[in-house]
DNA sequence: AACGGGATGGTT
DNA sequence: ACCATCCCGTTG
């Protein structure tokens, strides 16, 4: 009976995006989700341009935590789009969206943000002055924006919290979005399913992956 | 209860 | 290339 799991159409802000954004073709959600922006109020308000995003399928993807089994670690997945898939690896956090319709278990994951708003309080939860260190890597953006496991199941379309917002692209310049394979995956890796702005510093992994 | 493997990230 | 660190799913 977790009210996080209920949807509540009445009550989202109008900044946030709404369901319909997320229950899209996982792919398709990967890719539009750059530029966006992700905005957190958990502990002071930090947002960021997303800059980096992994997909992970609803079929076929062996690496997509749902893909095996139906388990209480990944229940969340198989729900409605927009809710918040936040998991622990490594004693760090990564944070996902769920994607598509309930039962199919897909979501994407967000790996880097340009950091926009509260860069002070990321320099300090991060322990580091270098910017463009503060929300680059999946752990390293929870750390940042203060995303930890008690948003999980978190239904973002509320904007309560963390959600996410149209963005109006990282400057006026267009931007180029590439993909490449998954970071960090060792299986399915024939797949392009990561996507990033090409050439923006706060992209993670080494330098050709960045380019 | 015990075990092994990560959608990490920082260091060598 | 190595490994600290710890949660989770599986196995016994």
Not at 36 to 42: G, H, N, P, R, T
Not at 144 to 160: F, K
Not at 172 to 201: C, D, H, Q, W
Request: charged share 25%; with cysteine.
């Amino acid at each position: 009976m977790s009210s996080l799991r209920e949807e509540n159409p009445g009550f989202q802000k109008p900044d946030a995006l709404d369901r319909s954004f997320f229950a899209r073709d996982t792919v398709a959600v990967a890719r539009d989700l750059i530029g966006k922006l992700l905005v957190s109020e958990a502990g002071g308000r930090t947002k960021g341009v997303i800059v980096e995003t992994e997909a992970y399928l609803p079929s076929r993807d062996s690496a997509c935590h749902a893909a095996k089994h139906r388990t209480s670690r990944t229940e969340v997945m198989f729900g409605p789009a927009g809710f918040a898939y936040v998991y622990p690896i490594h004693a760090k956090y990564c944070f996902n969206i769920v994607t598509e319709v309930a039962e199919r278990g897909c979501a994407v994951l967000v790996r880097a943000v340009e950091p926009v708003e509260g860069v002070s309080l990321m320099k300090r939860r991060r322990g580091l002055d270098d910017e463009r260190r503060l929300a680059t890597g999946p752990s390293c953006l929870c750390q940042a924006m203060r995303i930890d496991r008690s948003m999980n199941e978190l239904d973002l379309t509320l904007g309560s919290l963390v959600w996410v917002e149209e963005g109006l692209g990282l400057n006026t310049e267009p931007i180029t979005i590439k993909n490449s394979k998954r970071i960090g995956v060792t299986s399915a890796t024939n797949r392009r399913l990561r996507f990033y702005v090409a050439g923006n510093r706060f992209v993670s992994g080494p330098a050709r992956f960045r380019t």
